[in-house]
């Protein structure tokens, strides 16, 4: 018979936080970068946005027309981001990591991919790595 105290005792890990954390993290970046990719040409709007066609709206066929091409940006971020957790959920699930650097990690990346967003900062360096690849 067990004590009732070490049957519901558990041992917590940090694992998890930080598996949930980073993939929330990863799929913002996802998002930053299709859109920046979906902006480099109508091609590659129109890849990112076959993504999405599985979402309603995504065609112009409702009421207030078509969201375009930001459902594919959608469908590429739920998918890294459901994947990634899954992923590293395993990975750390009975680990403890450290929450302290963690956080200062998990904001400082949450801040640098918010200025991802704004076109005059976040520019000049997609049109440098576009460049590199050919890219129009």
Do not use: C
Request: proline share 6%; aromatic share 12%; no cysteine.
């Amino acid at each position: 018979m067990q004590h009732p105290t070490e049957s519901n005792s558990q041992a917590l890990h940090s694992g998890p936080v930080v598996a949930a954390s980073l993939a929330l993290l990863l799929a913002f970046l996802t998002l930053m970068v299709s859109h920046h990719i979906s902006r480099l040409s109508p091609g590659l709007d129109k890849l990112v946005h076959s993504y999405g066609y599985w979402i309603p709206g995504s065609q112009g066929k409702g009421p207030d027309g078509s969201i375009g091409s930001y459902t594919g940006k959608e469908t590429l971020a739920i998918g890294v981001w459901l994947l990634s957790w899954l992923a590293f959920h395993l990975m750390w699930r009975k680990q403890d990591l450290d929450l302290a650097a963690w956080t200062r990690i998990f904001v400082i990346s949450l801040v640098a991919i918010t200025l991802g967003f704004f076109h005059p900062l976040s520019d000049p360096l997609v049109l440098f790595i576009a460049g590199f690849f050919g890219l129009p």
